[in-house]
């Protein structure tokens, strides 16, 4: 039976709706005298489908992408026993946290149905908070009101809401890890080895910007939905007004982190660009060095084989200070050539 006040919030496993779809429909046919569309049960259960909003005459369908720690399922045959897949992603476990996974929001009349992963934390930590807000409300004449959700349309945006902190809550380690990167990019002494963690790194925010903006299609197209079935929902205009105030809220959150998912991979591709300009600039450093070198050695080989020509006449050939004159020319030869290249700042730092 439906509550004389209130409204219900019915959340299942995705393997566990699957398994009891059947139940659910009864179960909702009896309560509020609606039925699921077969095409929105099959994106219910569907893992790979991208955030977005649908809705009929009768209920709104919110699916939205949360982060999940990797891979879990349940068997059909037992639905609730979580069977873990390790996580097949490579680098630094920073990453391994962008794995997503869907969870569907169905808003009928006075009912909210969830269907989350099997071992979603979002969804057990929010319903632990609100049980303990909903106690502290009974207990005390005083508390607000407030921290209980209104209606379903309140509670659905809530734990979107601690969806999206959790990406945001993401944005610190991430930069933490390329802040870590780009220093060695740029260390002269040191060698950059980890280019696959680099470019899964940048691969991972590639992914998470496409999230981030079926989030914020999804949130937006929820908002613009809104006035339009506030005529035909019992909706009052301070509700209808909180929810838009809350659906604005998540989406600002959404586009934060849309803002530096981007700048994120900014940076990544400048300080990868910068790595390649200033290994760039160590070979030039190093062909310049060598350039000299052979400048300055070029005369005196010049010298040494004009001498070693074998000619009967050849003059100083036979004197005895021939050979001190030869190296004292050769040494002024040598700091000429090094005093010159110097003045032209072809050697050292500069």
Same mark, same amino acid.
């Given at each position: ?5 209130? $409204? ?48 009929? !005459? ?65 969804? /057990? ?35 979107? !809401?601690?969806?999206? /902190?959790? $990406? ?10 390329? /802040? ?138 036979? !004197? ?31």
């Amino acid at each position: 039976m439906m509550p004389t006040s209130g $409204y219900l919030w019915m959340a299942f496993a995705r393997r566990e709706f699957e398994v009891l779809q059947q139940s659910v429909q009864a179960t909702l046919d009896k309560l509020c005298q609606v039925q699921i569309v077969d095409l929105h049960l099959t994106d219910i259960l569907n893992n790979q489908l991208p955030s977005h909003f649908d809705f009929t !005459s009768e209920y709104d369908l919110l699916v939205f992408r949360r982060l999940a720690s990797g891979q879990s399922e349940t068997d059909l045959s037992s639905p609730g026993t979580i069977l873990h897949t390790p996580s097949q992603r490579s680098g630094p476990p920073v990453l391994r946290k962008i794995d997503t996974s869907p969870v569907a929001f169905l808003v009928l009349p006075g009912i909210l149905l969830t269907v989350h992963p099997t071992d979603c934390s979002v969804r /057990d930590s929010f319903a632990i908070r609100l049980l303990n807000s909903i106690n502290t409300v009974n207990s005390s004449a005083n508390a607000s009101i407030n921290r209980v959700p209104h209606n379903p349309s309140d509670l659905m945006l809530r734990i979107v !809401s601690q969806m999206v /902190d959790g $990406y945001l809550n993401l944005r610190r380690e991430l930069t933490r890890q390329l /802040d870590h990167w780009q220093s060695e990019l740029l260390n002269p002494r040191t060698r950059f080895k980890n280019w696959n963690a680099l470019l899964d790194a940048r691969l991972s925010l590639h992914l998470l910007d496409e999230i981030s903006e079926d989030q914020r299609s999804a949130v937006q197209d929820w908002i613009d939905s809104l006035d339009a079935t506030a005529k035909e929902s019992e909706t009052t205009p301070k509700e209808l007004e909180l929810l838009k105030l809350r659906s604005r809220d998540v989406l600002e959150h959404i586009e934060r982190v849309v803002h530096h998912v981007r700048r994120l991979e900014q940076s990544a591709e400048t300080a990868v660009q910068m790595h390649f300009n200033a290994q760039s600039n160590r070979t030039n450093d190093i062909m310049r060095t060598l350039t000299v070198l052979t400048a300055i050695f070029l005369p005196l080989n010049l010298i040494t084989g004009f001498f070693g020509m074998n000619f009967e006449n050849f003059p100083y050939i036979h !004197s005895e200070n021939g050979v001190f004159w030869t190296i004292f020319i050769m040494a002024l030869i040598s700091l000429f050539s090094v005093f010159f290249f110097w003045r032209k700042k072809y050697l050292g730092d500069h």
